[in-house]
């Protein structure tokens, strides 16, 4: 796969000061599973909480197509508005099925953001009332990941910064343009179809609305051949749906544990729920693990 403008935002980032830890967001069943299998879980990009968050790299390619309509090559550009607005509906899921041998993308969300408020509600308000948040060091993730060896790796911040995403994606369609123009014969401007196509969805799970900045989201994204990894995948059940994850598994606890700290979302009885997440981690060796609560006030609910 050719390089991707979404390396601008990743050097972007490390320009920044690097965290020494980042927190990945979780559910008390999630927390036990990863707890017990002492594994990273990678959610397949299809399935992730909010489904639309994958359709608007499209949304915003349609929204520049027409402006830079002049500068395209004919068939390029209707090709290209084609995949962005196939892309848009949900019969692409059916594409993604039959293709053998594909990359897939699962990615592992994380925040730079140790007690966001927004982050915590999506937990708060279910069924479990209670979220928590494991506390990563970075260089241990990006260590452990870089390890396995995968086809595909990407370690890099969120981008919401609506200018910047337009700007990347502008870039990226001139430049493949540019290689489907010079493309010798119809297989060679397939392939470059191809390529860009795997650039948008790459672009897909790095781009986001303004509206969630404050999330500090950061993102480590693998990429599997499909033939390499359906055995591998576990599933996950979340609303009635079967939820597709690659699972990594991380260093020994009882040697280098990669896992920090565990902080607990805002909760009514704080003092039990320490104890239950204490007991959970020394039954599976993360002895001596620092467990904290979120010191944001818990909103009381009034009787209806």
Known sequence: MNKTNYDYFKEDFHKKNIPSELYHYTSPRALRGILKSNNLWFSNI???????????????????????????????????????????????????????????????????????????????KTSDKTGYNIAFSYKGLQECVDAKGYEFVSFASVCYDLERQKKMLLETILNFNKKYKNAKNGKDKQVVLWDITDNFKIYSVFLKHPAFSDEKEFRIVIGIRTHSHDENCEFEIQNGIFVPHIEHEMPDPEEESIIKSITISPTCDKDLAVYSVRKLANSTKHYFLPIYTSDIPLRSQSNS
Not at 91 to 97: A, G, K, L, N
């Open 46 to 124: 299809y399935f992730l909480n909010d489904t639309s968050e994958m359709k608007y790299t499209y949304w915003l390619i349609l929204e520049i197509l027409p402006n830079i309509k002049k500068d395209l090559d004919e068939d390029f550009y209707k090709k290209i508005v084609e995949r962005a607005e196939y892309m848009t509906c949900n019969t692409y899921y059916e594409e993604e099925s039959e293709i053998f041998a594909r990359l897939e993308y699962y990615v592992l969300c994380l925040s730079t953001e140790k007690n966001c408020l927004n982050l915590w509600s999506n937990y708060t």
